[in-house]
């Protein structure tokens, strides 16, 4: 068998580059379509607003309450790790009428030492009532520092749409508390530099 030529060598490199373009391009895409899905997938399934902003307190303002139902909303907690928070529901429920802008509060304390940035995670139940479930401010929304052995009321602000189905007469709001450790390392770093930075010398 006679050794491959250059123009072999040089056929074989085209058609490796070409391979390794379509996989490129394939894993681009894949990529590009995961953006609208997760979109769906926060805004939809875990009322988290993409662009950091709580549906607008206006739209809730101007609905008109209906007094003919009465909604119970259960609210609930689920720690990450409990060895750094504890964070809990400061209500175990209420009833609200479709439409009516209510305010419900959360209470979180850092349980360690360190300066600690969380994230909470909501969901609704059951999940098909989950698209009625309005938000007009939450601590979810952002990230929520927490100084060492901190703790902090934090309150969520919501309506339940009136259009939700009739056979739905209970919700349960519930969130999961977690350390979000890049943010948290972030802000760790910023403490260490500020503490290992040299004093100013009083005499100028």
């Known amino acids: 068998m006679s050794a491959p030529t250059a123009a072999d060598r040089a056929g074989e490199n085209r058609r ?6 379509l996989v490129t391009l394939g894993a681009f895409v894949f990529c590009f379509a995961l953006v609208p899905l997760y979109r769906i997938a926060c805004e939809q399934v875990f009322g988290i607003r993409l662009d950091g902003r709580p549906v607008d307190a206006a ?22 790790d409990e060895r750094d928070w504890q964070f809990r ?3 175990i429920e209420m009833k609200v009428n479709p439409g009516q802008v209510v305010e419900a509060w959360y209470t979180a304390s850092n349980l360690t030492a360190d300066t600690l940035v969380a994230h909470a995670v909501p969901d609704v139940l059951p999940r ?5 479930f309005s938000k007009t401010e939450c601590f979810c929304f952002t990230e929520q520092l927490f100084q060492p052995g901190e ?11 009136t259009d939700l189905p009739r056979d739905v ?15 948290t390392r972030r802000e760790q770093a910023r403490v260490a530099a500020r503490t290992d930075a040299p004093a100013a010398d009083p005499r100028g």
């Open 16 to 21: 490796l580059l070409a391979k390794l373009g």
């Open 59 to 80: 739209t809730g303002a101007a609905l008109v309450v209906d007094t003919s139902r009465t909604i119970t909303v259960q609210f609930d907690a689920t720690i990450h």
């Open 89 to 91: 529901p400061d209500q």
């Open 128 to 132: 098909p009532a989950n698209p009625y």
């Open 151 to 161: 703790s902090r009321r934090m309150p969520v602000r919501f309506f339940v749409a």
């Open 169 to 183: 007469h209970t919700l349960t709001l519930t969130y999961t508390f977690y350390n979000n450790e890049q943010a």
